[in-house]
């Protein structure tokens, strides 16, 4: 049996209508199959959002990623691999 599971677009849209339009979603393929990633803009909100998106969502495992760095924040160039 397989899930059923929404097109990636489709998904997108359901996400961003029930968990927030500020998050950015994007669909992926991994070794766990089709997941769903929600990254929101601080580790702050990220908790929030955790507690409302389900971990199987719409057919797709979830995720929820956030940006730790801030505008302060020194980033060495040489140190981010391609």
Same mark, same amino acid.
């Given at each position: ?5 929404? +097109?990636? +677009? ?12 500020? *998050? ?8 766990? =199959? ?6 929101v ?10 507690g ?6 719409? =057919?797709?495992?979830t ?8 505008? +302060? ?8 691999? *391609?």
């Open positions: 049996m397989t899930d059923k599971r929404l +097109d990636k +677009d489709e998904v997108i849209k359901v996400a961003k209508l029930q968990f927030g339009s500020d *998050n950015e979603y994007r669909v992926k393929k991994t070794e766990m =199959g089709w997941t769903l990633y929600a990254h803009l601080t580790p702050g909100s990220s908790s929030g959002v955790r409302m998106i389900p971990g199987r969502f719409e =057919g797709y495992y995720i929820v990623t956030h940006t730790s760095l801030r505008d +302060d924040d020194d980033i060495d160039i040489s140190d981010i691999k *391609n």
